[in-house]
């Protein structure tokens, strides 16, 4: 017995003494690190004061840091932010800061804020596309190491590099890429971020739960010197619930002078940027408006192949010794593809067009369901019930029993690059703290697994199946498997597009009843054309309650056109009530076109109180009209005042009115520099509106040249005023050239104008080649008025097909709609013309 208690004081002295030495360790440690705190303010000529506005930490947080007293040391986000200012090797104070913490290993800091160090990251983690395993032997047993090929700079990376210097020097910035699939977005911004690596900067990559729920729910929590990762942005800017919302927290985490620096970087495909920027039609909702408000000035292209500066240094590199490069440069050949080649692209394309005739089917339902809408988690019920009329009749006959499992086996082969035409794809599950409510979430997918089709396979089906309408068996497999009510939503406006309205119909209603907030504020404003009013508002406030308070705006818009003001000013207070700011924008519009300003103004300012930007804007343009230069001036004023770019737009609009055409050029020069890119257009529509043409041509060339697509038209038709039709034909073909689409639909109107009506259907496929089939549409009514019936149907057969089916000639020629394989549909038992 006394033995043991001998040993037992022994093993006490021993803990108490490896105690005593790593209290003492941790005490050399933090006075090691003040030292080379202090040491780093000295060489850097700093005080103390400028190292608190260049580093965004409070005053007794630096204070603190240098305290020579202090027994605990500097938080680690306060050591990386000092060590970014102070150029000192972050890592090492890091290390120097855990030790005398008494934290163990060297673990990333996470009570602070989300992400970890950029160097403990893998890029393959953060979506880079690999390009390929090591082409060395790895060692018997072991999986391949997976590298990246050497990175070429192009003219994008220098652009990118200034901004990441710009947010290590303590500004917070926000850059995202546009291209298309696999042209090095991803790993242009991996690339930009090792320059902050060893600066103390961490980097997050909102991923669990989903992507949207780990954004909203972790954006307030990122702290300074911090990365956020937003690769393939649509899934947290375009999300149906939570995009607006993570839109706004981005906003806020930029522009709060207390929480940066932070570098904000995603990526998006082109179509996503068209779709996210496009300015709604007057009386229609507008999903996108703070992501189109975030998104403005902050967006780099990357384009789509090397050109031959980069194919020369790519060939340099390639002579050094990479090899996976060397092999992509044989195989791009001057196309420059390098980046689709590295990440697999040509083989994913092969794979598609020598599969088996089920296989093929398989991928071109998968296509087709995303070109049209679906999320990217494809269920497997779904796609096997979709394919079968994708299939020739003789093809169809030989299908074996097993078709669709060796269908989805052979389509899950990878290629290299680790890249599968489709495969199969885990949904992570949602985990919570017990008793905690999980906020709603559209329902999980049912029916088996769920497979993710290849980007690249994507992309290529929404260019080469553009013009073509999905066949039956499709339109019925998303009825009958699909449960996600947006996808089903996304679906029905996809049907109603190409005029297959016995699908759209159907796929409404399973929306509605599956709740979809969209879906149910369509079916309020068809119910309200159609008369019934009552059950309008009952849809309108359900789809209020489903989170789209616009539907109600809408409906109270529809009221203000028809006369039933009482009606209308009760419906915009209960949109605004329900979240809808803008409704009071719509109330005060209503209450200043019957000449009541004052009342408008009241309801101006509880739209600004709410949050909406341009309220003040829209009061001052209605006090300028009404010739009250004083309270026009006084708006604007209390714009520039909070430092709204809108109030210098407003100014132009005075000088303007004043005949003051250079001060209003230059004021609304300095408004698009401040961020409304459209301030030089409405200039320009100033001056044309009051017959100043030489001013307004000005201003449209000073838009076209800077991007605008209005500034091109506007450029035109002052040709076209003067005659001068070649001119007008010559910006349109310039614009183009140049890879502007929305230039066709002036070519377009120019070529038939002038007879030359092969030139101008050419023209229109080029345009509905391009994600523009309105141009058939409008082809299609101008041979109709010119008697040519035959050609018109053909075009409108061809719009419909594309999903252009506007305007009254489809609904005139096929009153029930089309059947997918493009016949008229017979009389369904339906909606009435109205709903339809």
């Not at 053909?794 to 419909?800: E, I």
Request: charge should be neutral; hydrophobic fraction near 40%; aromatic fraction near 6%.
């Amino acid at each position: 017995m006394v033995r043991l208690d001998e040993d037992e004081h022994r093993r006490t002295h021993r803990a108490g003494g490896k105690v005593q030495d790593e209290r003492v360790e941790g005490v050399a440690a933090c006075t090691e690190l003040r030292k080379r705190l202090t040491d780093g303010l000295a060489r850097a000529g700093l005080t103390k004061t400028q190292l608190v506005a260049q580093s965004g930490l409070s005053r007794t947080t630096v204070q603190e840091a240098f305290r020579t007293d202090a027994v605990v040391p500097p938080s680690a986000v306060t050591v990386a932010a000092l060590a970014r200012v102070l150029r000192l090797p972050a890592d090492e104070l890091l290390d120097l800061r855990r030790t005398g913490a008494g934290e163990a290993g060297a673990a990333a800091v996470t009570e602070d804020g989300p992400g970890k160090m950029i160097s403990e990251w893998d890029p393959h983690d953060l979506e880079v596309h690999p390009a390929g395993p090591n082409p060395g032997r790895p060692a018997s047993g072991a999986l391949p190491a997976r590298i990246l090929p050497s990175y070429v700079p192009r003219d994008h990376d220098q652009v990118l590099a200034e901004i990441v210097q710009d947010a290590a020097q303590g500004h917070s910035r926000m850059v995202v890429l546009i291209g298309g699939s696999s042209t090095g977005k991803t790993r242009a911004c991996w690339e930009a971020v090792q320059a902050l690596a060893n600066q103390g900067w961490r980097l997050w990559h909102p991923f669990d739960p989903t992507r949207a729920e780990a954004a909203l729910h972790n954006l307030e929590r990122v702290l300074p010197s911090t990365v956020v990762w937003l690769n393939e942005a649509q899934h947290y800017l375009g999300d149906p619930r939570l995009g607006e919302r993570i839109a706004a927290a981005v906003q806020s985490l930029l522009t709060h002078p207390g929480r940066g620096p932070a570098l904000i970087l995603g990526t998006l495909w082109p179509e996503y940027v068209d779709e996210y920027t496009a300015l709604p039609f007057p009386g229609s909702t507008d999903p996108h408006s703070r992501v189109r408000e975030l998104l403005a000035g902050r967006t780099l292209t990357v384009p789509e192949a090397f050109d031959q500066e980069a194919l020369h240094k790519a060939a340099s590199l390639s002579k050094g010794g990479d090899q996976l490069l060397a092999d992509a440069l044989t195989r791009a050949g001057s196309d420059g593809r390098v980046t689709q080649d590295l990440a697999g692209a040509p083989e994913l394309l092969r794979r598609y067009k020598q599969s088996t005739p089920a296989a093929r089917a398989v991928l071109e339902a998968a296509m087709d369901a995303r070109r049209l809408g679906v999320g990217i988690h494809l269920p497997q019920t779904f796609l096997t019930a979709a394919a079968t009329d994708y299939l020739s009749d003789h093809d169809l006959d030989l299908l074996a029993a097993d078709w669709a499992e060796a269908a989805f086996a052979d389509l899950a082969r990878p290629v290299h690059g680790k890249q599968a035409p489709l495969r199969r794809s885990n949904r992570r599950p949602t985990c919570h703290p017990p008793g905690c409510s999980p906020q709603p979430r559209a329902p999980s997918l049912k029916g088996g697994p769920v497979f993710r089709l290849a980007d690249y396979l994507e992309q290529h089906g929404r260019t080469t199946r553009r013009l073509l309408c999905p066949p039956a068996s499709f339109w019925h497999a998303a009825y009958t498997h699909l449960t996600n009510p947006d996808d089903i939503n996304n679906l029905a406006k996809a049907a109603r597009k190409r005029h297959r309205l016995q699908w759209a119909h159907y796929l409404c209603h399973r929306a509605v009843g599956a709740g979809q907030a969209d879906a149910l504020a369509q079916m309020a404003w068809r119910r309200d054309e159609s008369g019934d009013y009552e059950g309008a508002e009952a849809l309108a406030r359900k789809a209020a309650r489903a989170g789209n308070a616009r539907a109600l705006t809408i409906l109270a818009k529809s009221r203000e056109t028809k006369g039933e003001r009482t009606s209308a000013e009760a419906l915009y207070r209960e949109a605004a009530s329900a979240g809808d700011a803008g409704a009071w924008v719509e109330l005060a519009e209503m209450w200043a076109g019957s000449g009541d300003l004052a009342r408008a103004e009241e309801f101006f300012q509880r739209a600004a109180n709410d949050g909406v930007s341009f309220a003040h804007f829209s009061m001052g343009q209605r006090y300028w009209r009404a010739g009250d230069i004083d309270r026009a001036e006084a708006a604007f004023r209390r714009l520039t005042d909070v430092g709204n770019p809108l109030g210098l737009l407003g100014f132009a609009l005075l000088r303007h009115g004043a005949d003051d055409a250079n001060g209003a050029l230059a004021l609304a020069a300095q408004a698009v520099d401040a961020g409304v890119p459209f301030a030089v257009i409405r200039l320009a529509r100033w001056r044309e509106a009051a017959g100043d043409f030489d001013g307004a041509e000005d201003a449209y060339r000073n838009a076209a040249n800077a991007g605008h697509s209005e500034g091109m038209h506007g450029l035109a038709r002052m040709r076209q005023r003067v005659g001068d039709y070649e001119g007008a034909e010559a910006v349109y073909r310039s614009a183009a050239d140049a890879g502007n689409t929305s230039a066709l639909s002036g070519l377009v109107r120019l070529r038939e104008g002038a007879g030359d009506h092969d030139s101008a259907m050419a023209l229109a496929m080029r345009a509905a080649e391009a994600g523009d089939p309105t141009q058939l549409t409008n082809l299609a009514e101008v041979r109709e008025r010119d008697g040519d019936h035959h050609r018109a149907e053909v075009l409108y057969r061809q719009a419909a097909d594309a999903g252009g089916a506007f305007g009254r000639g489809c609904r005139k020629r096929w009153p029930y709609g089309l059947n997918p394989d493009g016949t008229p549909t017979d009389p369904w038992s339906g909606p009435g013309p109205l709903e339809r």
